[in-house]
């Protein structure tokens, strides 16, 4: 049995793509189970899914606490220890990112790591920065475990017409673009595990060292503020010249975030603008454009 768990905002498709990968498993003749971990009931905060595939009916309904697999959807999460408490030494991790270095760092021990830019490749297919379909066909590649053509199979389930042909061609742009990195023992150290094949005899929950959000909130006391800004992709940009300074924006803000500064312009407070928009679509001067982060 192997153990896969994913790491996404709600919004992004997280359970959707674990539901997906589950029929594909099927598809291709193998038994799946999984389900979801919803955190704060809110769009863009933390979830997880759990995904579990074998040859035999699965009997094991617990989280996934120790991950031969981690897909991570959201970059922002990828620079988060705490999505990689229980990761099992010699994994494979699939992320959503351009920055792999940070995950190197981190030295969680993957034996492979596979890394492509998915919200690029997902507002280009679909006009969307969900990542989902993207994540799976990269997931098919790095992991060899499913077929792109029996993930290709579970889509039609989940989407109809002009979006499902939009995220297949997200999927297949996953599965051909994903860069893979491959580290050999040494790099993956400590007590590497045949992947994929040999269970942990006992399943231990994680230890929780770090203050938390969402979705592990119920299994820590640990919860602090959220920092929502991790949950952002894309900020707002303001044009000062076209600026009012009416303060507009910072009435409609539902997180209180955009606040008149020295300058006299009001600017978000990057700690807890979580991206959603709301202040550029108020603006009557239309002086905010909703950026996404790296081409600011
Ligand atoms: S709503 Fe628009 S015009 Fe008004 S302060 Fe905010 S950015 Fe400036
Ligand atoms: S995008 Fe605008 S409205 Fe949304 S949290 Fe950020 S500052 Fe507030």
Not at 79 to 88: H, I, L, R, S, V
Not at 108 to 132: H, M, P, R, Y
Not at 146 to 171: C, Q, T, W, Y
Request: charged share 25%; aromatic share 8%.
């Amino acid at each position: 049995m192997g153990e896969i768990r994913l790491h996404g905002r709600g919004g992004q498709g997280t359970v959707m793509a674990a539901e997906m990968m589950a029929n594909a498993f099927v598809f291709g003749g193998k038994y799946a189970s999984v389900f979801p971990s919803f955190g704060i009931e809110r769009r863009g905060s933390a979830v997880m899914a759990f995904a579990r595939y074998a040859d035999a009916p699965i009997r094991e309904h617990t989280r996934v606490y120790n991950p031969d697999i981690l897909l991570m959807l959201d970059q922002s999460l990828t620079d988060n220890p705490t999505c990689y408490e229980g990761f099992k030494a010699g994994g494979v991790i699939i992320a959503n990112t351009k920055h792999e270095q940070h995950i190197i760092d981190l030295q969680v021990n993957q034996k492979t790591l596979g890394f492509i830019d998915a919200v690029s490749i997902a507002l280009e297919e679909t006009g969307t920065a969900i990542t989902n379909t993207c994540m799976l066909g990269a997931f098919a590649k790095t992991t060899g475990l499913v077929e792109l053509e029996d993930l290709k199979k579970a889509l039609p389930l989940f989407f109809k017409e002009k979006i499902l042909a939009g995220n297949l061609r997200s999927m297949e742009r996953g599965f051909n673009e994903v860069k893979i990195l491959q580290f050999s023992p040494s790099e993956a150290s400590g007590a590497q595990k045949d992947l994929l094949n040999e269970q942990d005899p006992v399943v231990k929950p994680p230890t929780i060292t770090t203050s938390l959000e969402s979705a592990w909130a119920d299994v820590s006391k640990n919860l602090l503020v959220a920092q929502t800004g991790e949950w952002r992709y894309r900020r707002p940009a303001l044009d000062k010249a076209a600026c009012k300074i009416c303060g507009w924006c910072s009435i409609y803000c539902p997180g209180g975030c955009m606040k008149q500064e020295k300058d006299g312009y009001f600017h978000p407070d990057l700690d807890y603008c979580k991206g959603c928009g709301i202040c550029a679509n108020e603006c009557p001067a239309h002086a905010l454009k909703m950026k996404v982060e790296e081409v600011i």
